[in-house]
């Protein structure tokens, strides 16, 4: 077996009382070497911290794996959607979703991203020290609102947001050896207010889909495209209603896009809006070069390709503060993997938050510079030294979007604001399912002259 810190060293290192778990795993990663084996309470883990062994794990030995036990016991709550099924399900859902990600489907939302945007600091006042981390989320929401329902009603909007909210509830139970369906039962105060969230859900997005039942159409959104889908590569003999998705899966899929669409783009723009107030040379850059493309206007998807130094800036904040700073999987079979047998059952981690961090492929680590991502720096390191969205057959289905949206984001708000932080202090993190800052994210905001 590989080096590892064994069953005790969290908890003798106090890492288990901190429950700091991404600092955990970055620690394992510099201390114990590429990759590390530990125990958690009745499972093996292996961690793997080099690019070349997370390619084997996320891409070549995918076949050996399930999803990881989080999203196994979500189905209770999530169903079948992309995140949780398992295949052939997954890769026929894949196939029918994936339309409503192309290219033109999603430049169609780049006005969307710039609208919210403005309307959003349309009501920021110069000088005033505003939650970036709370305001990112509120747009976020919004997007996915509009790009996934076609909603537009904010108030809408926040009873789903709140509905998905209560689901992370169930997080603390997900490794506990009881059925998750008895656990869900239970009359436990957010065990209510999960099956309360759950039945709000429900009762919201069926009603959608039966008004879109009754009156077919496109109306640009990933419902529509849902709903639309027929499966054309089904086997002969497969009846016309059995290739289009039951009104059950479309829910699945719609839940789990608003779930994993809302949050992590969410901390993927409040950070950068911190790390740019921290650093008003890239900002001023940032601002100047916004100001080149767009000439003061609002920014639409046709600028995008031409706004590189603002993707630059958001990849980079992706590697520091990685929303998803680790991705799991469990083995479902026993196998040999370079000399070791991994048991049925180990825990598999892969984790972005180290990997991002490791100074072989990013000298001085810490140091906050877009310029690590112009093409020929990228093309220095391995591929897989940068895996935001993660990789292989599982990953992420909205990065076109995640992109469009972060990078229109910052280009409409940095051209018109100057961002100064009211906190000197990095961000406190708190990793749970994705990575979030622990209290609000502080930064003043001034109209730019
Ligand atoms: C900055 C924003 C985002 C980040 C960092 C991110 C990251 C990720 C990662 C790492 C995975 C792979 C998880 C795994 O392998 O277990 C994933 C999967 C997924 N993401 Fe994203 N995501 C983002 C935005 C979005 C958006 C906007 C949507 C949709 C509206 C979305 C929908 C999904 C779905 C459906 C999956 C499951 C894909 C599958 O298993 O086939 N994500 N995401």
């Known amino acids: 077996m590989p080096a ?27 201390e114990f070497g590429d990759l590390v084996y530990l125990r958690i309470p009745g499972r093996d883990l292996l961690q793997f911290n080099h690019p070349e062994l997370v390619q084997e794990m996320l891409v070549r030995d995918a076949r050996h794996h399930h999803r990881n036990i989080v999203m196994q016991r979500a189905k209770a709550i999530l169903g ?46 110069h000088g005033e020290v505003r939650d970036a981390h709370e305001d990112m989320l509120l747009l976020a929401l919004r997007i996915v609102g509009k790009t996934l329902f076609d909603l537009d009603v ?32 239970l009359p436990l105060p957010a065990m209510k ?7 709000e859900l429900d009762g919201l ?53 608003m779930l994993a669409g809302h949050e992590t783009g969410a901390n993927a723009m409040g950070f950068a809006l911190w790390l740019l107030a921290r650093h008003p040379e890239v900002q001023d850059a940032l601002a100047e070069d916004c100001r080149r493309v767009l000439g003061g206007g609002a920014p639409s ?12 800036v958001f990849a980079e904040s992706m590697r520091l503060y990685p929303p998803v700073w680790v991705t799991a999987r469990t083995a479902a079979e026993e196998y040999e993997y370079r000399g070791i047998r991994i048991k049925k059952g180990t825990v598999l981690a892969a984790p972005q938050f180290a990997i991002h961090r490791d100074a072989r492929f990013y000298p001085e680590p810490l140091r906050f510079d877009p310029e690590r991502f112009t093409d020929e720096a990228k093309g220095a390191r391995p591929r897989m030294a940068y895996f935001p969205f993660g990789a ?20 409409a ?25 622990k209290a609000p994210v502080r930064v003043q905001v001034e109209r730019r002259g």
Not at 90 to 108: K, S, V
Not at 156 to 181: H, Q
């Open 301 to 312: 998807a046709a600028d995008y390709g031409a706004l590189q130094f603002a993707e630059r």
């Open 80 to 125: 079948e959607g992309l995140l949780t099924s398992e295949e052939p399900l997954h890769m026929r859902q894949r196939r029918l979703a994936q339309p409503a990600f192309h290219r033109q489907r999603i430049a169609a939302y780049g006005d969307v991203i710039a609208r919210f945007t403005t309307e959003l600091t349309a009501g920021w006042k």
């Open 413 to 437: 708000i940095v051209q018109e604001w100057r961002l100064v932080p009211a906190d000197e202090s990095e961000p406190e993190l708190a990793p749970e399912v994705t990575l979030r800052p």
């Open 4 to 30: 590892g810190p064994g069953f005790w060293g969290p908890l003798v290192r106090g890492e288990a009382f901190k429950l700091n778990a991404a600092r955990a795993l970055e620690r394992n990663a510099r």
């Open 193 to 199: 207010k999960i099956r309360r969230g759950r039945a």
């Open 392 to 411: 292989g057959n599982r990953q992420c289905i909205g990065e076109g979007l995640a992109w469009m949206e972060g990078v229109l984001a910052l280009a």
């Open 205 to 257: 997005i069926y009603g959608m889909i039966r008004e879109r039942r009754a009156e077919p159409g496109d109306r640009g959104d990933l419902l529509s495209m849902l709903l639309a889908a027929v499966d054309d590569e089904a086997e002969a003999g497969v009846a016309e209603k059995d290739r289009r998705m039951s009104d059950e899966q479309v829910r699945d899929e719609c839940l789990t896009a």
């Open 154 to 185: 904010e108030r809408d909007v926040r009873r789903i947001s709140d509905a998905v909210d209560s689901f992370m509830g169930f997080l603390p139970l997900a490794f506990l050896p009881f059925p998750e369906k008895w656990m869900l039962s």
